[in-house]
């Protein structure tokens, strides 16, 4: 074959193979194990998300956890394609401030950390559900069991 017709060849193998892989992305999935590679090595037991309960059991809407921002609303709606937290949420987590250096505000923490931004997430929103009595785990323990050593 000649090169121009393999690189056509690669080219349509690919569309067809990697078209199905994106359109499954964004179907809701049952349930999400949190590894999210940000994190050199995970420290703590990997949290599931029960996802689709999240959504179906709990009456959660997709908009509460996934959003995109513009001009300081949320402009995300069910069917827009969703990204990985990390996409923005970029850095893994805050060290701490240097003596006289000025400390990051929750907010900025929130918008460049990844585990500043999830614990925001998951956390604020079971403090609030507990508070109605709801089973929601809010301490370290109960979303991160310890590991058997
Ligand atoms: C509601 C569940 C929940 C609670 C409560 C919670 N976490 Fe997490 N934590 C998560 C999730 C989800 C991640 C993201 C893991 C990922 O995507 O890799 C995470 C990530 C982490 C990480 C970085 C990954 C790792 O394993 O090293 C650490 C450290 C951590 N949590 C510590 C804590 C500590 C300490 C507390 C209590 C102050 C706490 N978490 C409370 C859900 C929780
Ligand atoms: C309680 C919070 C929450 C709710 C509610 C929620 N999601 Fe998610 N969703 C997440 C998190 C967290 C992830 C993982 C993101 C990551 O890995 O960075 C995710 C991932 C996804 C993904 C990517 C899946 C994958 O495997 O790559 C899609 C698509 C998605 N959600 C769509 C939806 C839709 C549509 C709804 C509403 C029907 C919804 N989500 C409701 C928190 C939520
Ligand atoms: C397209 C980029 C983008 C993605 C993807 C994204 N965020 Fe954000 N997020 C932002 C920005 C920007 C802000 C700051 C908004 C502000 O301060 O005005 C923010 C704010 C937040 C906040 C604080 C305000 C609020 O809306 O509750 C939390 C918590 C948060 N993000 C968690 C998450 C989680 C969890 C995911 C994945 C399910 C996620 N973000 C995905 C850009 C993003
Ligand atoms: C907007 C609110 C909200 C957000 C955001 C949220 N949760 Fe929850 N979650 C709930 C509620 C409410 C319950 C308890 C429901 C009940 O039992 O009635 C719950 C229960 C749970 C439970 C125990 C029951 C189960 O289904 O496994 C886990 C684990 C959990 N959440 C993990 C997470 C993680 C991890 C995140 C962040 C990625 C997250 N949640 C974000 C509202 C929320």
New binding site residues.
């Given amino acids: 074959m000649k090169k121009g017709t393999l690189i056509v060849l690669a080219f349509v193998l690919s569309v067809v193979f990697l078209f199905p892989v994106a359109y499954a992305a964004e179907e809701v999935a049952e349930v999400i194990i949190m590894e999210s590679p940000v994190f050199e090595k995970h420290k703590k037991a990997l949290v599931p998300l029960t996802h689709k309960k999240h959504n179906e059991e709990y009456g959660i809407a997709c908009a509460?956890?996934?959003?995109?921002?513009e001009d300081?609303k949320?402009v995300?709606k069910e069917g827009d394609a969703?990204?990985?937290?990390?996409?923005?949420?970029s850095e893994a987590k805050a060290p701490k401030a240097k003596k006289g250096e000025p400390k990051l505000t929750k907010?900025e923490k929130?918008?460049m950390f990844y585990y500043?931004?999830?614990h925001?997430?998951?956390v604020?929103c079971h403090k609030a559900a507990k508070k109605e009595g709801k089973a929601a785990p809010t301490k370290c323990t109960e979303c991160h069991p310890k590991k058997k050593k």
């Fill in positions: 509460e956890c996934h959003h995109v921002y300081g949320n995300w969703v990204q990985k937290c990390s996409a923005c949420h907010q929130i918008k500043s931004a999830i925001e997430n998951c604020a």
